[in-house]
C-alpha cells in the first residue's frame, strides 16, 4: 500500500513540475519577445531563436527532474544526450556552422534587409537575412541564397552602410585641348546636375598625362540613392559639353608604317 501511494505522490510531483515548467517555460519566452519589442537592438529573429532554446531547455530540465523523481538514474541519460548530441554536431558541423555565423550576423547587423552589399563573390539587395542563409537579388532580378557562414567568414563591402556616397569619374582630353575651358565646362556641368550635394566639397583636377590624353579626376558627393544617376548623367553631360565647346575626346589609335 505504501508502495502504491509513494508512486501517487511521485505521479503528483511530477505532474506539478511538468505543469510548472511549462508555465516557466511560456512565461520566460513571452519575456524575451517583450524585452526585444522595447528596443531596436535585439533582432526579432534571434529573440525568437533564444526564446525557443530557453523554452525547450527549462522543459529538459524538467523531465530530468521528473524521471529523477521515479527512480531513474539521470547521470546515464544526461552523458547519453550529451554523447548523441556530439554525434549530431559533428554530423551537422556546416549547418551549424551557418547558425552561428547567422546568430552573429543578426545580432550585429552589419547587413540589413534593403542593402545594397558585395558578400562572397556576389552583388545584389539584401532581402532576407535569415539564421542560416542570407538572401539577395540581383540588379537583374535573380536570387541568390549564400549560407551565412560564407557571408560571415568574407569580406562585407555595404554600399547602403552610409547616406552619401562619393561618385569618381576620370574625363580625358587631347594633349591639344584647352584645359582651362575643359575645366570650366567640367564645373559648369557638376553645378547643373541634379542630385550633386552642393554642400560638399568638388575635386576638378588634371591627374595624369596619359599616353594620348590629358585626364581629369572629377569627385562629387550625392545622396546614396542618387548615386547611379549621378554617375550616368554627368558622364553623358560632360561628353555633350565637350563635343560643342570642340573639347577633343582622344581614343588610341593605330599607325601602319609600310616599309
Given amino acids: 500500500m505504501s508502495a502504491v501511494v509513494a508512486l501517487l505522490a511521485n505521479a ?58 521515479f527512480g531513474i538514474e539521470t547521470t546515464s541519460l544526461v ?27 543578426v545580432a550585429f547587423r552589419p547587413i540589413k534587409v534593403g542593402d545594397v552589399v558585395e558578400v562572397a563573390g556576389q552583388t545584389g539587395k539584401t532581402t532576407a537575412v535569415t539564421l542560416f542563409t542570407t538572401e539577395l537579388t540581383t540588379p537583374d532580378n535573380v536570387q541568390i541564397i549564400i549560407p551565412n557562414n560564407d557571408v560571415w567568414s568574407s569580406s562585407i563591402v555595404n554600399y547602403s552602410a552610409h547616406d552619401t556616397r562619393r561618385v569618381d569619374l576620370v574625363f580625358g582630353v587631347g594633349y591639344g585641348s584647352d584645359l582651362k575651358q575643359a575645366e570650366t565646362i567640367i564645373t559648369d556641368m557638376i553645378k547643373a546636375q541634379d542630385g550633386i550635394l552642393a554642400d560638399q566639397d568638388v575635386f576638378v583636377k588634371v591627374t595624369n598625362l596619359g599616353d594620348s590624353s590629358v585626364d581629369f579626376t572629377v569627385r562629387v558627393w550625392c545622396k546614396a540613392a542618387d548615386y547611379w544617376d549621378v554617375k550616368f548623367g554627368l558622364t553623358r553631360d560632360v561628353k555633350e559639353a565637350f563635343d560643342a565647346g570642340g573639347i577633343d575626346i582622344p581614343y588610341p589609335t593605330t599607325t601602319m608604317i609600310q616599309g
Avoid: W
Fill in 12 to 69: 503528483v510531483y511530477a505532474i506539478a513540475i511538468l505543469v510548472a515548467a511549462y508555465m516557466l517555460s511560456g512565461f520566460v519566452k513571452k519575456r524575451i519577445h517583450a524585452l526585444s519589442e522595447k528596443t531596436d537592438k535585439i533582432d526579432p529573429l534571434l529573440a525568437g531563436f533564444f526564446a525557443s532554446m530557453a523554452k525547450y531547455a527549462i522543459l529538459a530540465i524538467a523531465v530530468i527532474f521528473v524521471l529523477g523523481r
Fill in 79 to 105: 552523458a547519453i544526450i550529451g554523447a548523441a548530441g556530439l554525434a549530431i554536431g559533428l554530423a551537422l558541423q556546416g549547418t551549424l556552422s551557418n547558425l552561428a555565423a547567422g546568430v552573429m550576423l
